[in-house]
């Protein structure tokens, strides 16, 4: 843990100067638009290839238990904009009905047998390539949060809003790095840390973290 905190030290974005490098930096808009370009045709890709396992994932859940195949949630993203994110659902159904917003833990009792392996393999993440493909998401960026627990959040950490100055992701650095172990203040520092050092090199490296998190099972919350 000690390695970890050391990566995260001194992550706080200037917002003023990230707005100038967004607008006048032609090299983070030709980043940017090529990270736009590989979100598009990866997004397609993955539709079509993953659409048996998705398929699959659809007749599991439902023969499991009742409610919705595809969970349907507002979150908060680029710019604080909000949109409905898509996951498999890999809780019961109404799962916050009795306690309202709950920050999902490890071993949390309300996901079912179907959503532990799902969760595990990131296959309740698959319909957010439709996410990706509206333009509300990209492959790697900070998780999207409820504007509930963004509001929560920033009264101890103020910077957890500048989380938002990007588009948020399916993966991210902070869902590599440290898993359930992690605060919400460290996986805000790790998204931080990802926003100073975007690139398309950063973004191959995570995801190919990623493909390490989906064999072995770690990171996922």
Not at 31 to 58: C, E, F, H, Q
Not at 129 to 137: A, S
Not at 139 to 156: H, M, Q, T, Y
Not at 171 to 191: I, M, S
Request: proline share 5%; aromatic share 8%; glycine share 8%.
């Amino acid at each position: 843990m000690a390695e970890l905190e050391s990566k995260v030290i001194n992550s706080r974005v200037s917002r003023a100067a990230f707005e100038r490098k967004r607008s006048q930096d032609l090299g983070y808009q030709f980043y940017l638009a090529n990270k736009r370009l590989i979100d598009i045709v990866s997004s397609i890709i993955g539709l079509i290839l993953t659409l048996p396992i998705m398929i699959m994932t659809a007749i599991a859940i439902k023969l499991e238990s009742p409610g919705p195949v595809i969970f349907k949630q507002k979150r908060v993203g680029l710019n604080g904009k909000k949109f409905t994110i898509y996951k498999f659902r890999s809780m019961v159904a109404n799962a916050e009905a009795e306690t309202g917003p709950v920050w999902a833990q490890k071993n949390d009792m309300r996901v079912t047998e179907v959503g532990k392996f799902i969760r595990k393999t990131r296959i309740d993440e698959l319909p957010q390539f439709v996410n990706i493909l509206k333009g509300e998401m990209s492959l790697v960026g900070p998780r999207p949060e409820r504007a509930v627990f963004i509001e929560e959040f920033s009264k101890d950490y103020p910077h957890f809003e500048d989380r938002l100055l990007v588009k948020p992701g399916v993966t991210g650095l902070a869902q590599v790095t440290g898993g359930y172990e992690l605060t919400p203040h460290q996986k805000a520092r790790l998204d931080l840390l990802y926003i100073r050092r975007q690139g398309l090199w950063l973004d191959i490296k995570v995801l190919l973290q990623t493909v390490r998190v989906v064999i072995f099972g770690d990171g996922a919350r």
